[in-house]
């Protein structure tokens, strides 16, 4: 196909393209609209050696997802839930909460995700501070130059995490544009035999249209 040719069906077939597009799109961004928002809160837990040897540091950082074990448990968050007074199971409690180890940095990730921001951000302190309060109970027990301290980088914030009215959009506008690009092609393969215009005679053909008949009067 030559460019007047996709030139000729846009002309003729974009409404086909506003249509889906618009009624996609549209689609997506009232189904965004009505989805209840969920927020995720993030904390950092910065795991630190008492003293700068390399050999303690290195030890700090296998341990690291060992700790991480010990705090991403259903005792653990039954603590959490104790403390907070939340009505939900440890398991559930859980569910969504995401844990993540970055040895680069001697960090512990948390995240959790709840339908109220504040509340997440009070799970996700609660939780760090237990990591907190395990790891000194532990260092009580070793010599200090031994100890491996924990804390809180920074206090938790929460951002919301769905929807994210935006992508959903973008996304439907996307999805009507592929269905308008397979109802137009299917259209033009149900045409392709069809002569409208001399033109077309000529390119199916190969042949120069020299005269046409004109249609007789009724």
């Not at 709840?114 to 109970?137: C, F, H, M, P, S």
């Not at 033009?188 to 005269?211: C, I, K, N």
Request: no cysteine; hydrophobic share 45%.
């Amino acid at each position: 196909m030559e460019l007047m040719d996709y030139v000729r069906i846009l002309r003729k077939r974009w409404w086909i393209i506003v249509a889906a597009v618009v009624l996609t799109a549209g689609s997506a961004f009232l189904f965004s609209k009505l989805q209840p928002a969920e927020y995720k809160s993030t904390v950092e837990i910065i795991v630190e050696p008492a003293r700068p040897d390399w050999g303690l540091a290195q030890s700090a950082k296998m341990l690291l997802r060992t700790y991480m074990t010990v705090i991403n448990s259903n005792y653990k968050a039954q603590q959490v839930i104790d403390r907070l007074q939340l009505s939900m199971t440890p398991e559930g409690l859980r569910s969504n909460a995401y844990f993540a180890v970055e040895a680069d940095r001697m960090v512990i990730k948390l995240e959790v995700e709840d339908y109220d921001g504040e509340q997440a951000n009070r799970i996700a302190k609660t939780w760090a501070v237990l990591l907190k309060e395990w790891r000194d109970e532990q260092n009580s027990k070793q010599r200090k130059e031994d100890q491996v301290e924990a804390y809180l980088r920074d206090e938790p914030t929460y951002y919301q995490s769905w929807p994210k009215t935006k992508t959903v959009t973008a996304a439907g506008g996307v999805f009507g544009l592929l269905i308008a690009g397979g109802v137009i092609v299917f259209l033009e393969w149900l045409e392709a035999g069809v002569v409208h215009t001399p033109r077309d005679l000529e390119r199916q053909l190969d042949v120069v249209v020299v005269g046409a008949i004109p249609a007789a009067d009724r």
